[in-house]
């Protein structure tokens, strides 16, 4: 992991944890202002917002979201207002993992090990394979034997 910068407010709540085995899906506002990702209350509440992208939640802290944004081919968890994030590609059944970051103040927080654990929930229930590229996502997948199945 390397540097990077916060983005951001943070849009969760609460600390409950989601059994493993429960995939609940759900709806997130998204907007770009200057290439930075903003979440504004209004935005937050508004169910119709049409910015929204969908979003996976296994295993997390109910604050911590995993969303896809297939627009820039990353994976992103916000916490405390920053972005830790995994650059992937996808090529057939594979989920290729090219580079996994976390911002500064998120470092050595466990942010980028939940933020693996949801790429690594997400590429389960699409049904896909990963291969890190990254150093850092090579040497979580190994230390954590219950996605080793995930392993292309």
């Known amino acids: 992991m390397s540097g990077g910068s916060g983005e951001g407010p943070s849009p969760g709540s609460g600390s409950a944890l989601v059994k493993p ?10 907007i770009s202002i ?11 509440r508004s169910p ?4 929204f992208r969908q979003v996976l939640q296994c295993g997390l ?7 896809d944004n297939a627009e820039r081919h990353r994976f992103e968890l916000e916490r405390d207002g ?8 996808r090529r057939g059944s594979d989920l290729v993992i090219r580079h996994v970051e976390a911002a500064v103040p998120l470092r050595g927080t466990g ?5 693996m654990r949801g790429v690594a929930e997400i590429a389960r229930s699409e049904g896909r ?6 150093g850092y996502a090579r040497t979580w997948l190994r230390r954590h034997r219950e996605y080793g199945d995930l392993l292309a």
Do not use: N, W
């Open 34 to 44: 200057g290439g930075a990702r903003r979440f504004t209350a209004a935005e937050r």
């Open 111 to 115: 942010a980028a090990g939940e933020l």
């Open 129 to 134: 394979t990963i291969t890190p590229l990254c």
């Open 82 to 89: 920053y972005i830790a994030f995994a650059d992937y590609d």
């Open 48 to 51: 119709d917002h049409v910015g």
């Open 21 to 30: 085995s429960q995939v609940v899906t759900g709806l997130v506002p998204v």
């Open 61 to 67: 802290k109910m604050d911590s979201m995993v969303r």
